[in-house]
């Protein structure tokens, strides 16, 4: 099966810092690789997407992500923070029977 | 376009009573999940229908959970009867497919407490 794994429960970063949120995937062909995000008391929103083509995907909110074949990894990033980015973000892989399999998440903390 | 849409927001029953949520997916979306979420944790497919068939039950407790999507649109998920470990967020998503596989729309899901 597939996998993702986020190896941080939680990041902080000051607001106007650029942020990295860490994924990496354990896939057996081609990965989907996917992030989410989760705000307070609300479902999970779509923020980007890989499938092929171009390492660095960009999504919604100013985020992009970096792909990485080599290092098994799919990193989350954003060049300045903002306090309203302080949600949990979930990485997630396509698995089997395009199912989405998500990872533990990790809380980013964007503080003034 | 409207969201996906889930009820109750918020249920509080007692250990081995029954509950049911609901689901109504954005119009035009044939493919239907129904996501577990425990607290600090990722979400966990239980279901996932393609229009009204369900195309991959395997992680549905069957002896208590059942679901159902009469005319491939809105779904329900019931539990009974429920027990303490059921307490947490009950997701339900939808998607488009085709080009936009793996783009999931998810409601704001309904979070049970079972006492």
């Known amino acids: 099966a597939q996998s993702v794994a986020q190896p941080e429960d939680q990041v902080n970063v000051a607001e106007g810092n650029p942020l990295t949120v860490k994924c990496t995937y354990s896939?057996?062909?081609?990965?989907?690789l996917f992030w989410y995000v989760q705000y307070p008391n609300r479902g999970l929103q779509f923020l980007l997407k890989?499938?092929?083509?171009?390492?660095l995907v960009k999504g919604s909110y100013g985020f992009e992500a970096e792909f990485n074949k080599s290092q098994t990894s799919f990193h989350l990033k954003k060049p300045s923070a903002l306090v309203s980015d302080s949600a949990l973000y979930f990485c997630?892989?396509?698995?089997?029977?395009?199912?989405?399999?998500f990872g533990t998440g990790t809380q980013l903390k964007v503080e003034l | 376009e409207a969201g996906v849409v889930q009820s109750p927001r918020y249920k509080i029953i007692e250990k081995k009573q029954p509950v049911a949520f609901w689901c109504n997916p954005i119009?035009?979306?044939?493919?239907l999940y129904w996501y577990l979420q425990n607290l600090g944790q990722g979400p966990e497919l239980l279901i996932r229908?393609?229009?009204?068939?369900?195309?991959?039950d395997s992680q549905l407790p069957k002896d208590r959970f059942s679901a159902e999507r009469l005319k491939g649109v809105d779904s329900t998920l019931k539990i009974q009867p429920a027990e303490l470990g059921d307490s947490a967020v009950y997701l339900c998503?939808?998607?488009?497919?085709?080009?936009?596989?793996?783009?999931?729309?998810f409601g704001e899901g309904s979070r049970l407490t079972v006492l």
């Open positions: 998503a939808s998607s488009p497919g085709g080009e936009r596989t793996g783009e999931l729309f």
């Open positions: 896939v057996s062909g081609n990965p989907y």
């Open positions: 890989y499938i092929t083509g171009d390492n």
């Open positions: 997630a892989v396509r698995d089997i029977g395009d199912k989405l399999t």
């Open positions: 119009s035009g979306h044939n493919t």
């Open positions: 229908y393609e229009n009204e068939e369900a195309v991959d």
